[in-house]
Every structure is written in C-alpha cells, then in structure tokens.
C-alpha cells in the first residue's frame, strides 16, 4: 500500500493512478481530495454550469478509475492526464449540448472567487504558472488560456483570432512545450 498524504506537497500523482489500476479506492479518494476543487472548477469553467460541472466531476473520476491502466508515463505526467480527462469529459458535454459558453456568467466568477481563496501549494503553483505565462509569446499564451481556461476548441481559437487553424494549432504546441521547459 502507497502511502498517498494528501497535505504532502511531493505528493505522487502517478503512485495514485497506477494505484487506482490495481483496484486501490484509497488512491481515487487521494486524488479526488487533493484536487478534486480544482478539477470542479476546471469544468465549471468550461460548462459554466456548477451542476453539470458536477456531474462531469463525478463521471470523470468514474472513468479514471476505469481507465488508469490506459495511462502511460511517456506521454505526460498522471496529473496532466487526470485534468485532461476531466476537461475531454466537460468539453464533451458542452459539444454534445451544443451550448453556448459565456464569457460573464455570475457562476463562474464565483467559481473564480472559491478558487483564490485556497492557500499553500495551489497559489505556488498558481504563481509558478502565471510567472511561465507571462514569458510566452502574447498570440501562444492567449491561445493556451482560451484552449485550457475557456474551454475554446482549435476551430473557436481560429476564428476568434481570425487566425489559420494550423497555426494556432503550431502555437498551442509550442507555447505548451515553452511552458513545461518552464515549469521543470
């Protein structure tokens, strides 16, 4: 059994997916308690509706708990993986919806609000993110922020910035890459 201190700021993410492939419901309770705050806002963000943002939270944890064997270290950290599950799963919904997102909706800002008010590691983090953000590019980081806080598809991206999709496709890429050199 890993031991899995949610309060520890080296706490290991990937000992937790791998965990929960092996069946361990202590590891989905680490994580969901360690960031399950920040993923309810990731997909309120993007769905601008705390209840459905809720069930999205619920079925994502549902399908990481299923598919935490399909995990692989290569192709990024298991908390890069956790969030990206979750925002597939609230982009899905949005899609499927075929809702409009809001840019002013009262909910969101709240969940903005609940967000900063969180202290310790996730304002570090926070800080460390803003800080690597401001060193791009200003077309990658407005692509990055519309992509990964709005909620834009590369196609929404395209035609907001009444700019080619393999560009902005070219900018997402490499702003990521800018930022992961900058966070490591």
Known sequence: MTDLNVNDEAFDYEAAVIACARGETFAL????????RWLLGVANRILRDRALAE??????????????????????????WIYTVVRHR?????????????????????????????????????????????????????????????????????QTLKTPLGTIKSWIRRGLASLKECLS
Request: net charge negative.
């Open 90 to 158: 609230a982009l899905s919904v949005a899609r499927g919806k075929g809702r409009e997102i809001g840019m002013d909706d009262p909910e969101s800002l709240r969940a903005e609000e609940d967000i900063a008010r969180y202290p310790g590691q996730r304002q570090d983090d926070a800080a460390d993110i803003d800080k690597c953000l401001e060193h791009l590019a200003t077309e990658r980081r407005e692509t990055i922020l519309l992509a990964f806080l709005d909620g834009y598809s590369h196609e929404q991206i395209a």
């Open 55 to 80: 069930d999205v939270l619920q079925d994502a944890f549902v399908q990481i708990w299923q598919k935490a064997h399909t995990f692989d270290r290569n192709l990024g950290s298991a908390r890069g």
């Open 29 to 36: 309770e680490a994580l969901y308690a360690r960031d399950g």
